[in-house]
């Protein structure tokens, strides 16, 4: 039976929790940044739960509004998806099992190109694959993999002057979560739950950072698209 009072209490939900994931994003990355990373584990812990109790509040306002194909369409999304079916998973392994699913040991670097001609300098005939390494080298001063990534711990933001000469600007670096495969469930019954590196067909890396960004993008669009149907 069509309950429109109800379904409009579900969506109220899902809104004020999408709202929180929101904040809990803008503040797991700002202790990113500062390298607090007891702190990014803690926020998301927070958002895993946030995420089941948004698609839970959307499932119940389908019901309500009487859309069992849509709600039958999300559930299968969730089932199906890599990404969305982790942070489902991942939750309910942490509500039951408490097991370490990722580590301390993914760095992100946003940066954009303002010079070209610089850039082509320092990459030279490099495989594309390989230019962003190339130019983060150049502009931390290192020669190795390893040396790469202990001078983003010592200076997270390299020099302005080597980021003029590299013909670049580093708009953002901060630390997140790597997120690993991990197991679910007793004995023969036990699933592996793998690290996701898709989302809706699309690759992405296996970063809570970018876990949460894409999962609050795609419920927020789902949100969107039963607020509209309801009316």
């Not at 709202?19 to 007891?38: I, N, T, V, Y």
């Not at 959307?58 to 009487?66: E, S």
């Not at 509500?95 to 070209?116: T, Y």
């Not at 080298?137 to 390299?158: R, T, W």
């Amino acid at each position: 039976m069509i309950d429109n009072a109800r379904a409009s209490d579900f969506l109220n939900k899902a809104e004020k929790l999408l709202s929180w994931q929101a904040f809990q994003l803008e503040e797991m990355r700002e202790f990113g940044r500062h390298g607090k990373l007891d702190d990014v584990e803690r926020s998301f812990w927070l958002i895993l739960c946030l995420v089941d109790s948004i698609h839970q509040s959307l499932v119940d306002a389908a019901k309500k509004l009487g859309m069992e194909d849509w709600c039958d369409e999300l559930i299968h999304l969730r089932n199906n998806d890599p990404l969305l079916y982790y942070m489902w998973k991942g939750r309910n392994s942490e509500v039951h099992d408490a097991l370490v699913k990722w580590r301390p040991s993914m760095k992100h670097i946003n940066m954009r190109i303002v010079d070209a001609a610089k850039v082509r300098n320092i990459v030279g005939n490099l495989p594309p694959q390989v230019h962003v390494n190339a130019l983060l080298c150049f502009v931390y001063g290192a020669h190795s993999k390893n040396d790469l990534i202990e001078a983003m711990k010592q200076n997270p933001i390299p020099s302005p002057e080597k980021q003029f000469e590299a013909g670049i600007e580093i708009i953002e670096s901060l630390e997140s979560l790597s997120l690993d495969d991990f197991q679910i469930g007793p004995g023969r019954r036990a699933e592996t739950i793998s690290a996701p590196t898709l989302h809706m067909g699309k690759h992405m890396p296996p970063s809570a950072d970018q876990a949460v960004r894409f999962a609050l993008e795609f419920y927020k669009g789902k949100y969107e698209e039963l607020k509209l149907a309801a009316g």
